[in-house]
Structure formats: C-alpha cells, structure tokens
C-alpha cells in the first residue's frame, strides 16, 4: 500500500500555500519570511499545519502583532483560495489556481496495475484536496484523510485509520505501508505509527519539495535531504514517481 501526503508531493505549493504563508505572515507584521525560514521551521518537524506555522513565524517575529486565529485563518484564506473555499472552485481567485502538479492521474492507475492500493493523508483543507484530486488529476471518490478529519500529522491517527480501511487489516503479516511526505512531520508521522502498531512493517519514504531541486538550490537541498534522513525516512527519492519502484522492491 501508498498513502501520500498532498502538498509538496502530489502539486508544488511554493506559489501556493508556501506564497500564502509568507502573504499572511506580511500582512499582520509587515515581515516577509522567505522560502528558507519557511524550510526551516518545517524541519522542527511540528508545524505541518499552515495556519500554525504562520502564526508561530509571526509570534517570533513580533509576539504583539499574533493575532486571534480565526482572523489569521480568514487572511490566509483569502490569499489562498480567493473565494469562498466550500463554493465553485471555478469562482477561486487565489494562489491555489498557480499549483503545477507533480504526477500525472495515470501513476494511479500504474499503482492499481501493479496491485498496489493507495491513498492520501493531507494536513491540506479539504476543499482544496478535492479540487487538485478530483478536478485536476480526475481521481474518483480518492481515499482520502484530510484536515479535520484526524488529528494534525504527526499524530499517526489518520495514517494508520485510512491504511486499515484500505487494506482490511494491518499488523503482522500484512503487507507493507509506505507514507510518501516531504517534511519532517510526516516521517515522524511513520515513526509514531510505528511504535503504536509494532508488527506492521511501516515505511517512511520522503521527497524533497519542488523549490529545492532548481539550479543554485543544491546546497539547500542536500541539507535538507539530510535532515529527513535524521529524522528516520527510510528512502529519500528524487521524484514521487519514484516510490512505485521502491514499493515493488520492498514486496519483492
């Protein structure tokens, strides 16, 4: 079994969500984190959530200036989808319409070819989840957890409640489940599943994010190649197509 998160993995947010925390972050204390503040408190590895990740940039930039959440949320909405998020997504103005996807709808059919099920656990809003799976890569009814739907990652709840449902049962003997993220959050998210399910044979498989793997970005990428690596993924792969080959190899 695949299960993967969304962002980073499946659409490149760096002119999305990445642009929307950065937006959100300026607009409440007139500071604009850049890309490397964002990769670095990701790499904390408690900050998947990115209403969370942009208040914390803004307390520790200016404590006086965090404001109450649900204007923060509002904010970042408005940069983000530029519409109403549960309304037509044709009506969206924002970032989300400047995602490049990462994967084409036909590696999913390569997974199912290849006997492998699949599925997404995203700390994502669910409208947004919906649009890039459903209207973008033409996925029908896509397993799905996503936000609200489990506690935020790195709490295994969501991994190991969508990998039960898929597979019918996990524990010794089942087979593998490999989680495909690209930050620090989502190893732990394997690891913690890990010790709440010892028998199962889990796999923490991570991706550099888009941002990184451009010309001048190498030093940056290896450090934070490294940084998942120390935190316990078991594979770090170029590209999430990738994972199809290192999956069949941990069948085989």
């Not at 299960?3 to 607009?27: E, K, M, N």
């Not at 409440?28 to 590895?45: H, M, N, V, Y």
């Not at 949320?73 to 970032?95: C, I, K, N, S």
């Not at 451009?214 to 316990?232: K, M, T």
Request: glycine residues 10%.
């Amino acid at each position: 079994m695949l299960l993967f998160d969304i962002d980073g993995v499946i659409r490149d947010v760096a002119g999305s969500y990445r642009r929307a925390i950065r937006h959100t972050v300026r607009h409440f204390c007139g500071w604009t984190p850049d890309p490397a503040d964002i990769d670095a408190l990701k790499s904390e590895g408690r900050w998947n959530n990115d209403w969370e990740a942009s208040r914390e940039l803004i307390r520790r930039r200016d404590a006086a200036a965090v404001p109450p959440f649900d204007q923060l949320v509002a904010v970042f909405g408005t940069f983000y989808f530029g519409g109403e998020p549960e309304g037509d997504p044709a009506l969206w103005r924002g970032f989300i319409g400047s995602e490049p996807l990462l994967v084409a709808g036909t590696f999913f059919r390569d997974l199912e070819e290849a006997g492998i099920a699949w599925g997404f656990v995203s700390g994502a809003e669910p409208p947004s989840c919906r649009y890039v799976l459903e209207t973008r890569l033409g996925l029908v009814d896509p397993p799905l957890i996503a936000m609200g739907d489990a506690p935020d990652k790195p709490d295994p709840t969501g991994l190991l409640r969508l990998a039960e449902q898929l597979s019918g049962g996990l524990g010794a003997g089942a087979a593998p489940v490999a989680y495909l993220g690209d930050t620090v959050a989502d190893v732990e998210t394997v690891l913690r599943a890990r010790a709440a399910l010892p028998d199962q044979r889990l796999l923490s498989l991570a991706v550099v994010p888009p941002h990184l793997q451009v010309a001048g970005q190498e030093a940056a990428r290896s450090a934070y190649e490294e940084r998942l690596r120390s935190a316990g993924a078991d594979r770090v792969l170029g590209h999430t197509v990738e994972a199809l080959e290192v999956l069949l190899e941990a069948i085989a």
